[in-house]
């Protein structure tokens, strides 16, 4: 979410959050579909409670498409924020580590351990 620089789990699953939601309207727009799929255009328009409106329009690429990747140490970043809550720091890292190295995995089953119900279970 931009108020808060990041969009991560926790920050859907609140109250405050919810409310905002409910202010927020999606409204398809036919002329943005003639250029699609070489852009994903969209309008963003925002009013505030004065009654002044704002309108911006992108067409991409957006953060994390394949014409504007995340870097790796942004993945790891974005990767963590979402694991480590759940899994741990250091089943996080060993994730990451088992990722980096999984071409040379002589067997793939320890990989998929990592991730079992069991181990994740214990974190929560």
Request: charged share 30%; proline share 5%; hydrophobic share 35%.
């Amino acid at each position: 979410m931009l108020i808060y620089g990041s969009t991560v789990l926790s920050r859907f699953l609140n109250k405050q959050t919810d409310n905002r939601f409910k202010k927020i309207n999606i409204i398809g727009d036919s002329a943005l579909d003639e250029v699609f799929p070489d852009k994903k255009p969209c309008f963003i328009s925002i009013k505030t409670r004065e009654g002044k409106q704002f309108i911006q329009r992108n067409d991409g690429p957006f953060k994390g498409e394949p014409e504007n990747p995340l870097s790796e140490e942004e993945i790891e970043k974005k990767f963590n924020k979402m694991a480590v809550p759940v899994l741990g720091q250091e089943k996080s890292n060993q994730i990451i580590s088992s990722v980096r190295r999984l071409d040379k995995l002589d067997d793939v089953s320890k990989f998929v351990d990592l991730f079992s119900a069991q181990q994740i279970s214990a974190n929560i």
